[in-house]
């Protein structure tokens, strides 16, 4: 059965994917055509063919050096270090102040308002403050993806442990058990299909956090540089950025990826009631 879902998800991926390249060429070409110049001018540089960026992949990043692709793939396992570190840190982070908000009204009261309020200053702001404080390296990034990985964690992971069917409380209240029985056998496998809902959004946007944290940091090992690096010759090779984008999409859909699996291990043996 799994097998089965896994085979039509993937069919489904690649039917979407495919419609996504005949939207992107068939813009192009009526663009072209009819001289369209909202919201942008169709031409050669703001929409290169999709055969020329994946092409621009195979040729030589500079003169006499290795292909594109071989660089941004290594560029890519570097970013994919700090993001799945920062993705670690907030994950635990988020799941820990969930659960710790979930057993204190009061401190739901007076924390929540300020873990909301985080969520509104911008990631650009943050991310130059956090590389003064920690100093330019993997643990700053890392800080900085976890700054966008923890906040739909903790609440999930409260409206989580507050889903747990209350017949199933009032059970294990009859047999005298204590909180930490009813945390780890009744609300946190409550949980879960919450908990992976809000991990498939954090696990790209601890990603997205890395790239952009790479940036104040002046790393230049990762796709963060790659992306400002290509951004300088985006007027005489756009198909490079347009490549290098593919590549940065492509780390956040492997990361997604890797927690739908988890997700298929994991959520389907746990209990949606305990009663």
């Known amino acids: 059965m799994l097998a089965r879902r896994g085979v039509r998800g993937f069919l489904a991926f690649v039917a ?8 992107w060429e068939g813009y192009r070409a009526i663009g072209q055509a009819t001289g369209l110049t909202w919201p942008f001018p169709v031409n050669e540089r703001s929409m290169p063919h999709i055969h020329e ?40 982070t988020g799941f820990v102040l969930g659960i710790a908000l979930a057993h204190s009204r009061l401190l739901e009261r007076g924390l929540l308002p300020y873990i909301v309020a985080s969520q509104t200053i911008p990631i650009l702001a943050i991310a130059p403050m956090v590389v003064v404080w920690l100093g330019a390296g993997l643990f700053s990034v890392a800080i900085i993806a976890a700054y966008l990985t923890f906040f739909p964690v903790t609440i999930n992971t409260l409206r989580g442990l507050r889903s747990a069917d209350p017949r199933a409380h009032e059970l294990m209240d009859s047999y005298a058990a204590n909180r930490r029985s009813v945390l780890w056998k009744l609300r946190i496998p409550a949980s879960m299909p919450y908990l992976f809902t809000a991990l498939k959004i954090s696990a790209p946007a601890s990603v997205v956090g ?4 790479e940036l104040p940091s002046s790393i230049q090992g990762g796709l963060g540089g790659a992306i ?9 090779s756009p198909a490079s950025l347009w490549a290098t984008n593919l590549v940065a999409a492509s780390l956040g859909i492997t990361f997604f990826g890797v927690v739908v699996v988890a997700e298929r291990l994991v959520v389907h043996r746990a209990p949606e009631h305990v009663a």
């Open 16 to 23: 979407v994917l495919i419609g996504l390249v005949a939207l």
């Open 53 to 92: 960026i994946l092409g621009q992949l195979f040729e030589p990043s500079r003169r006499n050096g290795p292909p594109l692709v071989t660089v941004l793939l290594q560029a890519a396992l570097f970013t994919a270090r700090e993001a799945a570190l920062g993705f670690v840190l907030g994950a635990s």
């Open 210 to 213: 890395a790239i952009i944290g």
């Open 228 to 236: 400002l690096n290509y951004n300088q010759y985006y007027i005489t």
